[in-house]
């Protein structure tokens, strides 16, 4: 195996050692994928300003996000499935966060459940919620996140409908996965996969199936989606659950400033400027180019988070000086855990890390609060001249 010196290498590695239906599900975005691709390719267009001779000595990645003090302004993002990109990946990864110091988000379309990350873990973790038709179901589901102490609620607002994912629907994507003869042929040949996933009970929505009466076969994540997600969902239920949760609540899935005002009038504790990471509404403007006019408007009243194309340091670095006071990583973890397990995970973070940690030095900054947009050059300012 080739040393793992960035988080393409962990990438090259989850697509080998993952099948292929779960790899292409979080390699993915929706139609095109232009949004997907720019959440990436924005970070590019950003530069960055080289200062020297100003002393690095002394120099944290420390930060505090929701009052909570974070070895990095980084967090684990809520991703569905995790559990079938390696066996007990919610787990893996929520043990990860914990020992780096830094908070771990579980979807609510988790294979491991919220009660099986409280038993794995110490630390209080962030529970991410998708509001269904079956409200028994969310009154339940917010209650349990109580029970097992989880520290915030992140609500999720970006995905009543599903944007369609052409590989999820040629892959026939499912948790458990189908067994037809393509998938145990591709299965065949990922025998780390298979070994992790026999040695585990922990193989399908377990926030869900036997919580749920009267659903018992949970069918595709499509199905399930187009039955139980909520298209009512409006701004006065996100009054309720702040009601019912009684603790901080992030509000994830703003991609616009009239919506980020709405958001602060709800009394939410943060925003996570998303695009769901391109999985939802393709020619979204990327997160990242969002971003500023987002703070610009509400950066004052309420805590602006960000997510979306993150996959190295420097990225980190850059959401933070437009304001991002928090960001999260999706791809880039499921990547390591996909790659490696835990390990795989811990080294996703320490490579953002170092990079983070360098680059700030290579910037002239100390500390995160310092960072601000006199360390960058955005498009139109130098970096187009040459055009
Ligand atoms: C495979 C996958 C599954 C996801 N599932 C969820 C989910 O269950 N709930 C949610 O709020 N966001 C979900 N997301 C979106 C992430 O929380 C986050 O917004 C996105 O991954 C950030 O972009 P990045 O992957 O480029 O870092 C998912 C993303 C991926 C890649």
């Known amino acids: ?25 979080a390699d993915s975005g929706s139609w095109t994928e232009q949004t997907y691709r720019e959440n990436e390719s924005d970070f590019a267009r950003i530069r960055l ?7 690095m000595e002394g120099r944290t990645t420390e930060a505090t ?3 909570r003090k974070v070895a990095m302004p980084v967090a684990i993002a809520p991703t569905g499935l995790t559990g079938m990109q390696h066996a007990d990946g919610e ?19 988790s294979i491991c459940s919220i009660e099986d990350v409280a038993e794995a873990t110490n630390t209080p973790f962030w529970f991410q919620l998708y509001v269904m038709r ?21 609500l999720t607002l970006d995905l009543q409908v599903l944007g369609q994912r052409h590989k999820d629907v040629r892959n026939g994507l499912s948790a458990p996965p189908k067994l037809t003869v393509r998938n145990m042929l591709n299965m065949a040949t990922k025998p780390r996969w298979c070994m992790g996933m026999l040695g585990t009970k922990r193989r399908e ?6 919580h749920v009466s009267n659903v018992d076969d949970m069918g595709t994540l499509a199905e399930w989606t187009h039955s139980q997600f909520d298209p009512r969902l409006s701004w006065d239920d996100v009054k309720w659950i702040k009601d019912r949760w009684g603790g901080k609540l992030i509000i994830k899935g ?10 602060v009038e709800s009394g939410a504790d943060a925003i996570i400027v998303s695009n769901h990471g391109g999985r939802q509404l393709d020619g979204a403007l990327s997160s990242i180019a969002m971003l500023p006019e987002i703070v610009e408007r509400v950066g004052d009243r309420i805590e602006v988070h960000f997510d979306g194309g993150i996959r190295s340091g420097q990225d980190v670095l850059k959401a933070v000086a437009l304001g991002a006071k928090g960001t999260y990583i999706g791809r880039a973890f499921l990547y390591g855990l996909g790659a490696m397990g835990e390990e795989g995970v811990t080294k996703v973070l320490e490579i953002i890390h170092k990079e983070l940690e360098t680059t700030m030095a290579l910037c002239g900054r100390t500390n995160i609060a310092d960072i601000d947009r006199s360390n960058l050059i955005l498009p139109n300012e130098r970096t187009d001249i040459f055009a």
């Open 49 to 55: 300003r080289q200062k020297v001779a100003v002393n």
């Open 65 to 67: 996000i929701i009052g």
């Open 1 to 25: 195996m080739r040393p793992i010196a960035c988080i393409e290498d962990l990438r090259i590695l989850a697509e080998r050692r993952v099948p292929r239906m779960f790899y292409d599900y």
């Open 205 to 210: 929505f377990r926030n869900i199936v036997g």
């Open 91 to 109: 787990i893996l990864a929520a043990r990860a966060a914990e020992k780096f110091g830094i908070p771990f988000t579980l979807s609510t379309m």
């Open 134 to 154: 079956d409200r028994e179901f969310i009154y339940r589901l917010i209650d349990r996140a109580k029970a097992a102490e989880c520290e915030a609620l992140v």
């Open 254 to 263: 703003i991609n616009d400033p009239d919506d980020a005002e709405k958001a």
